[in-house]
């Protein structure tokens, strides 16, 4: 009788141990489809992805040549305009200054001395003579 029992419960056993290794290979039947198909969708969004970055490094390589000319003509300009300053910058004060002094000498000697528009202080602040003649009233 014990050899009998012995027998039914390594019957059991192996059957269960066959039904676990049967659901083993199913899981690893799917799992090995599942990484198939990744594989296939994972392959051309690489070859896209590989083709994304070298357009963008195209496009930088442009922009990065002409950000490099924006600066040089950058630079060109600020000698130049340096060079004009230089000059044409001080003989041009010059001329203003004497066409001032030539203005003001002219109207000194056509009319009388200048005057300076009175100013009246009110409350800290200063007001001009034709907004003056509006507080007085």
């Given at each position: 009788?014990?050899?009998?029992?012995?027998?039914?419960?390594?019957?059991?056993?192996?059957?269960?141990?066959?039904?676990?290794?049967?659901?083993?290979?199913?899981?690893?039947?799917?799992?090995?489809?599942?990484?198939?198909?990744?594989?296939?969708?994972?392959?051309?969004?690489?070859?896209?992805?590989?083709?994304?970055?070298?357009?963008?490094?195209?496009?930088?390589?442009?922009?990065?040549?002409?950000?490099?000319?924006?600066?040089?003509?950058?630079?060109?300009?600020?000698?130049?305009?340096?060079?004009?300053?230089?000059?044409?910058?001080?003989?041009?004060?010059?001329?203003?200054?004497?066409?001032?002094?030539?203005?003001?000498?002219?109207?000194?000697?056509?009319?009388?001395?200048?005057k300076t528009p009175r100013r009246t202080v009110i409350a800290g602040r200063t007001v001009p003579a034709a907004r003056r003649?509006?507080?007085?009233?």
């Open positions: 009788m014990a050899g009998i029992l012995v027998a039914v419960f390594w019957a059991i056993l192996v059957s269960f141990l066959a039904v676990v290794l049967v659901r083993l290979a199913q899981v690893l039947k799917a799992t090995t489809k599942l990484v198939a198909d990744v594989t296939e969708q994972a392959v051309p969004l690489l070859a896209d992805a590989s083709t994304t970055v070298r357009s963008a490094r195209t496009q930088l390589d442009r922009v990065d040549a002409i950000a490099s000319d924006v600066q040089e003509v950058t630079s060109n300009a600020s000698a130049l305009s340096s060079t004009v300053a230089t000059a044409f910058g001080g003989p041009l004060v010059k001329v203003a200054a004497f066409g001032y002094g030539v203005r003001k000498a002219l109207g000194r000697t056509e009319g009388a001395p200048q003649r509006n507080r007085k009233g």
